[in-house]
């Protein structure tokens, strides 16, 4: 593949073989065999602010779309840097091989620093190390400008960082000054120069230049490198359309990507959802056929074992009453004796009238050996010349049925 | 292209769908759980109801006719033999003297009575131990018991729970 370097019209660099200068004029006597052909251009640089969606019409609001061909590459987010060739240049160019490519040279010679400095792509631990080293050495500057020689032609071209600011060709002159020019559009401070024309170099370092001379082939610094820009190569209507093409159906297999993905994992979600629902319903009838398993094992046992129970709560007076029919002094008489299950004993005796003297303190005393009334509690009434007492007993909370009773005091 | 745009909206509409009903289908897991944790609880208090209930002796309730039936059998007849006169009356509100047994716990049913009786004097304990005895070979629960000794005569009251299937 033959490859030219296009500065103007009237200065190309033949940048294969020998090398040498040629014009635009003679390029199709190098390529009398229509062969495949490689070029470089000094493209007009811009920086844009915008979004991939709205590059085409911030650009085509500032260069006329028919006239200009661009090229864009992004710097960071929401901004690119594009190289904006003429159409009419362009197809000159591709009429004269059988498959040309075009390349904007600026962005050969940035890749030609970076092959000669590796730092510049570095890695994170050696950016770590880099980092360090900044706290005891001045921090090198990532400003380059490189000085394309050819003869009384300059091709000047600045750089920071990735970032191309600006790519002139100055013919004649003073080359110091027309790069010094350069520096001050560029708002650069001190940056490296780097040239292939070793008498330059050595004039910039006489003047306090930090200039270099690069250990590259060729005369100038990005000719050896063109082919490896190839993929920022300008791009015919063909190649535009089967690149939107190669986008739209890599952004329609993202989207159905994703949507499968979402569906994947809506999927899994609603299974394991689904699968704790069920669990949970499972645990729900089970519990619910427990229960009525249960309810009827109680009925059951309800019918067969309740009217047991029913007998135990039955309160019964038969034994008090035939102990208070014996025990009672012949001063008083049984009224009444009342059991119930809540309120307990309670058994009511009068003084029968014109009896011997009596108090109180007989009556407990004549109980005193009583197995239900021992503990009673006697509260003695007056109803006119009647003299009554209530004998209570509380009801024995379960489990102290086999205390014995307590005398009162 | 198009249809992987179309498949595309389906999936995330098809997700959407799906997240819809798995949100639905949470709801229903919380509810099942609140109820599992009632339910778990009514079965607690079943299992212990029911050992509670076997630790008791077998004594197998009758039908609530055949109850009544033993209940004027051996109450009203028997004291009426040992010459007590003895009544039945239904107790509590809503029964308009008629005797009806109401569900009380599942499976048994419960009528509530009022046993009267009226003896003399000489021999009232042994007929008040007789219908004792006689009550508490009935499925029933005497409640409450009252006696009350006049000049010659002594009335009974009791209250008694009977109990039937």
């Known amino acids: 593949m033959k490859k030219f370097i296009v500065i103007s019209p009237d200065l190309v660099w ?8 040629t014009t635009l004029d003679d390029l199709p006597n190098h390529l009398q065999t229509k062969e495949d052909a490689l070029f470089a ?19 085509a ?28 240049m362009l197809d000159r160019l591709r009429s004269l091989g059988r498959d040309v490519y075009i390349v904007p040279y600026p962005a050969a010679v940035r890749h030609a620093l970076s092959t000669l400095n ?24 990532n400003e380059k400008v490189v000085v394309d020689v050819l003869g009384q032609d300059y091709v000047i071209t600045a750089l920071r960082g990735k970032e191309i600011l600006a790519i002139r060709h100055v013919r004649g002159g003073e080359p110091v000054m027309e790069m010094q020019r350069t520096l001050a559009s560029a708002r650069m401070d001190n940056p490296g120069v780097l040239s292939r024309d070793q008498d330059f170099v050595l004039e910039l370092q006489s003047q306090g230049f930090e200039a270099e001379l690069p250990e590259l082939p060729g005369l100038m610094v990005g000719e050896s490198v063109l082919e490896k820009v190839t993929s920022l190569r300008y791009l015919t209507d063909i190649e535009v359309a089967r690149e ?14 994703v949507g499968l993905g979402c569906l ?8 394991w959802v689904h699968g704790q629902m069920v669990e949970a319903r499972n645990a729900n009838l089970a519990l619910a056929s427990n229960i009525e398993a249960k309810q009827q094992a109680v009925a059951s046992s309800y019918q067969e074992r309740y009217a047991s129970k029913a007998r135990a709560e039955s309160v019964s007076v038969r034994e008090e009453l035939f102990e208070l029919s014996t025990a009672l002094p012949p001063q008083v008489v049984l009224q009444s004796i009342e059991r119930d299950a809540q309120a307990g004993l309670v058994a009511t005796v009068e003084r029968r009238p014109g009896a011997a003297p009596f108090s109180r303190m007989d009556l407990k005393s004549a109980l005193a050996s009583s197995p239900f009334f021992a503990g009673a509690e006697i509260e003695e009434k007056f109803e006119g010349h009647l003299v009554r007492y209530v004998l209570t007993v509380k009801p024995q909370p379960p489990g102290a049925a086999a205390a014995p009773a307590q005398p009162s005091p | 292209m198009r249809s992987l745009y179309v498949f595309a909206v389906l999936f995330v509409l ?18 099942f759980e609140g109820n599992n944790v009632i339910l778990q609880q009514q079965l607690d208090e079943l299992t212990v109801e029911a050992a509670g209930l076997e630790r008791l002796e077998p004594f197998p309730l009758k039908f609530k006719q055949d109850t009544l039936s033993d209940l004027f059998t051996r109450a009203v007849e028997a004291g009426e033999v040992l010459g007590a006169g003895v009544r039945l009356e239904a107790r509590g509100f809503g029964n308009m003297g008629e005797m009806r047994f109401v569900e009380f716990k599942s499976g048994v049913q419960k009528c509530e009575v009022t046993v009267q009786a009226s003896m003399e004097k000489e021999g009232a304990a042994a007929i008040l131990t007789m219908l004792e005895e006689e009550l508490g070979e009935l499925p029933a ?7 009350r000794v006049m000049d010659s005569v002594v009335s009974v009251s009791m209250d008694v729970d009977l109990f039937g299937r």
């Open chain 2, 141 to 147: 629960s005497v409640r409450k018991t009252k006696v």
């Open chain 1, 118 to 141: 590796p730092e510049a792509e570095s890695s994170l631990r050696e950016r770590t190390r880099v980092f360090l080293q900044a706290l005891t050495d001045t921090p090198k500057s």
């Open chain 1, 264 to 271: 994947a994992v809506a999927g899994g979600g609603y299974g």
């Open chain 1, 14 to 21: 033949v940048a294969h073989g020998e090398g040498g200068v």
């Open chain 1, 41 to 59: 251009i000094l493209p007009q640089m811009q920086r844009v602010v915008a979004t991939e969606r709205t590059l085409d019409t911030v650009m």
């Open chain 1, 61 to 88: 609001s500032t260069f006329s779309p028919v006239e200009n061909s661009f090229r864009a590459e992004p710097l960071e987010d929401n901004v690119f840097q594009v190289y904006v060739a003429r159409t009419e």
């Open chain 2, 14 to 31: 098809g997700s959407v769908g799906l997240l819809v009903l798995a949100d639905e289908e949470w709801s229903q897991k919380g509810q």
């Open chain 1, 244 to 257: 939107r093409a190669r986008q739209n159906k890599r952004k329609a297999i993202t989207a159905f990507s």
